[in-house]
């Protein structure tokens, strides 16, 4: 659980950009069939990262 809580925080201080860049890496990986784990987590976290910002700002 710690490790979850060590990524999470290094996604936070991802600029946008970043975070968009990985969410696009991750998306093609997803669609050629060569993704891992890893990707899958990276994935899930950028998105909900960019959620939580989006209903901050709203």
Known sequence: MMHSMDVGDKVQRLSTEELSKIISKCE???ADGSAEIE???????????LARRTWSQA
Do not use: G, H, N
């Not at 990707?39 to 990262?49: G, I, K, N, T």
């Open 39 to 49: 990707d899958y987590e990276a994935f899930v976290l950028c998105q909900q990262e």
């Open 28 to 30: 093609s990986a997803i």
